[in-house]
């Protein structure tokens, strides 16, 4: 195992396949090369306690944690996860319980991104021997439209340029990183969408307050509650998209959130001390294709979705699947069909779960819209749920993608 920000004593300068970025995409691919005993590094600007205790997503989909059972990296997931198969709207003053669960026999499973990168860095790296160095700087990505493709960086420690070659590149270092810039201008399309309206996202030291996740559908705006830990949950709270947090004290965020998700019936929130609190910009975007030359993006690299249908995660790992298994059918086998239509097959359901982010977004925000007829369609969309099984069933194969187009 290699962890350091340099290579060993002469370790290899060519790889078949180099990963930029150490997040959920780009840990799946690394173990799904090793496990088929291909050589690959993965490379990663932060470092390792970084990445195992970045506060991120923790919904998985059922079909998602299959798929890493499949490969041997669930283990330490079905032990310790919560399984959720209902949820809770609350609107108009009550509270409507959906079992999505009973509608289609699936459910989620609570499982925090950081342990679970945890998991995917210790397979990697101590089970699977895979080469990975932290801390790097600078990374770029050379000659991607040729059979020879290359990646730099900076070695923190030494401070000198490393260069090595490889056959493929897959780009996983998320929105910010350097692998979809390195796209000549022209070659692919982003398709932008932005909602107008921010989130303040908030992790509380308390234990969650339902045993469910709720939705708050409220005229002064959207309200989520989320299971993350037995001692920690997620809340999020509709706000101005250039909010800044500060304006948001402790006593008045428990106030909305006591406001937004009371409804009859139901206990107050248990409140706790805040220990993170941002604003996010409910934006999304698409690159197509996802592929130029030996490059292949996957996770936030090739699509960013809004928090809320909570399907980020699960789209990188649907990428990393394809991806992975794409990769070691050409290098073991010479199988082209697999990469010749990866980015075909991603889209599919990256475009699924936007037409369904967008769809979600009017049901929780349209209540707080202010315009009287957009309010009036929202509450006729969330009736419908709780009175017709039709809709209901279409809204949690939607829900827990299991509706989703290959």
């Known amino acids: 195992m290699t962890t350091s920000s340099h290579p060993r004593p002469g370790a290899p300068r060519r790889f078949p396949v180099i990963v930029v970025g150490a997040g959920p995409a780009g840990l799946t691919i690394g173990n799904i090369l090793r496990a088929a005993s291909v050589d690959c590094l993965v490379l990663e600007t932060e470092t390792r306690d970084f990445i195992e205790q970045r506060p991120r997503a923790g919904v998985i989909e059922e079909w998602a944690v299959r798929g890493l059972e499949k490969r ?111 796209i000549p201008a022209g070659r692919v399309r982003i398709a932008r969408h932005d909602y107008g309206i921010g989130w303040l996202a908030m992790l509380a030291e308390a234990p969650q307050s339902a045993d469910t996740v709720l939705f708050g559908c409220h005229p002064n705006g959207f309200a989520g509650h989320m299971a993350r830990s037995p001692e920690v949950t997620r809340y999020y709270l509709q706000c101005p998209p250039a909010e800044d947090p500060e304006n948001w004290s402790h006593d008045r965020v428990w106030a909305e959130l006591q406001q937004r998700l009371g409804a009859a019936g139901a206990p107050p929130l248990t409140e ?34 809004a928090p809320i249908g909570a399907k980020g995660m699960n789209l990188a790992l649907h990428d990393a699947f394809l991806l992975g298994d794409a990769l070691v059918a050409y290098l073991r086998t010479g199988e082209v069909s697999g990469l010749n239509g990866y980015s075909e097959t991603a889209l599919r359901r990256v475009w699924d779960y936007q037409e369904f982010s967008q769809w979600l977004s009017e049901l929780y925000h349209g209540t707080a819209s202010g315009d009287p007829f957009r309010v ?22 939607q829900y827990l993608g299991t509706a989703a187009q290959y």
């Open 72 to 182: 041997g990296l669930a283990r330490n997931l079905l032990d310790q996860a919560q399984l959720h198969s209902a949820c809770e709207f609350r609107f108009g003053g009550e509270r409507y319980r959906f079992s999505y669960g009973e509608l289609t026999g699936n459910h989620h499973f609570i499982y925090p991104q950081p342990l679970l990168v945890t998991d995917l860095v210790r397979e990697y790296a101590d089970a699977r021997a895979g080469q990975i160095r932290f801390g790097v700087r600078d990374v770029r990505v050379h000659d991607l439209d040729t059979d020879r493709p290359s990646v730099s960086y900076t070695c923190p420690e030494t401070g000198q340029r490393e260069l090595v070659h490889c056959g493929f590149v897959a780009g996983c270092d998320g929105a910010r990183g350097v692998a979809r810039d390195a």
């Open 272 to 305: 706790g001390r805040l220990i993170e609190k941002r604003v996010l910009d409910m934006h999304d975007y698409v690159v197509e294709p996802m592929a130029f030359g030996r490059l292949f993006l996957a996770g936030d690299a090739a699509h960013l979705i």
């Open 376 to 397: 009036g369609t929202t509450l006729a969309r969330l009736r419908r749920l709780f009175t017709s099984p039709k809709a209901a069933t279409a809204f949690a194969e």
